[in-house]
């Protein structure tokens, strides 16, 4: 398996709302990342995941929570966001030397 | 820190060669890589040079001056469905997991 998969591929949601995006990947990758990205614009880095643990955190404000449960798994936990914060969301995965990141297809999120 | 430049949009028709170029500035070099992304779709990796030179990957190569901090790519028989942003990237002086993109290059293929 070569893919990370993340869903939702779109979410809408409202300022005072709780959701969570999911990414999961099987090709034994012990890096996850969380970058964000704003139309005709490059990925943003957020937050990195290393063997499981917080490694890189891009001064993301808090309403936005990062979580790894195990190797496979990323999560991003989203409360009370801002219009702003809308954008595409990729979760990539790579080797442990940061060689050729894999990108999972995105979250498309609309925060109204 | 990083930075790196690269042409905001480049147009060729079908069948022609395009290159397209980066320059970049690191505190510490790991190698220059390329991303390819559709609109709407998500960014793939084409290619990682680490040592100076020409990678070639199909009808896509990549090459590499360290001296010059300067790489290009090279799409050659260029189809109708080369038309997506190009991005290079390099990893950061301080952290592996770090990768620093480019602004973006658009390439638009016309018939």
């Known amino acids: 398996d070569t893919e990370v998969t993340q869903t939702p591929k779109h979410l809408v949601m409202g300022m005072t709302n709780k959701k969570s995006l999911k990414c999961e990947q099987h090709?034994?990758?012990?890096?996850m990342y969380w970058y964000k990205q704003k139309a005709k614009k490059p990925p943003e880095l957020m937050f990195v995941?290393?063997?499981?643990?917080?490694?890189i955190n891009e001064s993301v404000p808090s309403r936005f929570s990062p979580e790894c449960p195990n190797s496979s798994l990323l999560n991003l936990h989203l409360h009370a966001l801002q219009p702003e914060d809308s954008a595409l969301y990729l979760c990539?995965?790579?080797?442990?030397?940061?060689?050729?990141?894999?990108f999972g297809s995105g979250t498309r999120l609309t925060v109204v | 820190g990083q930075s790196l430049e690269q042409p905001s949009e480049v147009t060729a028709v079908e069948g022609a060669i395009v290159q397209i170029n980066c320059t970049y500035q690191t505190s510490g070099f790991y190698g220059l890589s390329w991303y390819q992304q559709h609109d709407g779709g998500a960014p793939t990796f084409l290619s990682y040079n680490a040592l100076d030179g020409l990678e070639e990957t199909g009808r896509f190569s990549s090459f590499l001056s360290r001296s010059d901090s300067y790489g290009y790519l090279l799409l050659q028989e260029l189809q109708m469905k080369d038309s997506a942003s190009y991005f290079c990237?390099?990893?950061?002086?301080?952290?592996?997991?770090?990768?620093?993109f480019g602004s973006g290059t658009r390439l638009l293929v016309r018939p």
């Open positions: 990237a390099v990893r950061d002086g301080d952290s592996s997991y770090k990768l620093i």
């Open positions: 995941y290393s063997y499981e643990k917080l490694s």
């Open positions: 990539a995965s790579s080797q442990e030397n940061g060689y050729g990141y894999t």
């Open positions: 090709m034994g990758h012990r890096a």
